[in-house]
């Protein structure tokens, strides 16, 4: 009986160390950012995002991406310089969770801020957030309904 014991805790251990992910791998693994993993791999971008960090993203979903007419996704894929201030617009340095976003503008790993409201819901720009805290082992992944453009 401590043999059966002892192997589901050590199972349960070892299940819980493999799920410690970076952030690209967090969000591969959600399902819903196949788009924004074709980005990221297209701009050069999954390596710095495997990295230590931390890094808070304000990650578009697939039905964010697919807001942006097709031919105009399609040139910011082939286009390596815009895709990577796009994207890098979307990280902040630094791990926000939740609970200490605060209304302001905000610097981005782009260069740019990002403006962030909170009444009636937390707001990126234009995008809202609509889940928080996916932590990953190098920060954490906010999900947003938008994809935002730097100006």
């Known amino acids: 009986m401590k043999k059966i014991i002892l192997a589901s805790v050590l199972t349960v251990a070892a299940t819980f160390s493999a799920q410690a992910k970076d952030i690209v791998d967090t969000a591969v ?3 819903n950012f196949t ?4 980005a ?4 050069g971008l999954v390596e710095t995002l495997k990295g230590k960090g931390p890094f ?19 040139a910011l894929l082939a286009d390596k310089a815009k895709l990577t201030k796009v994207l890098t617009y979307h990280v902040v ?14 610097k981005t790993v782009e260069g740019a801020s990002i403006n962030v409201t909170t009444k009636g819901g ?3 720009d234009n995008a809202k957030v609509t889940a928080t805290d ?6 954490v992944i906010h999900v947003i309904d938008t994809v935002i453009m730097p100006k």
């Open 134 to 139: 996916i932590k990953a082992d190098n920060g």
């Open 29 to 31: 693994d959600a399902g």
């Open 56 to 74: 808070t993203v304000f990650a578009p979903t697939d039905e964010a991406f697919a807001k942006i007419p097709k031919a105009d996704l399609d």
């Open 35 to 38: 788009t924004l993993a074709t």
């Open 122 to 124: 937390v707001m990126v």
């Open 93 to 106: 340095p630094g791990k926000v969770m939740a609970a200490n976003v605060k209304a302001g503008k905000v």
């Open 40 to 43: 990221l791999k297209a701009a």
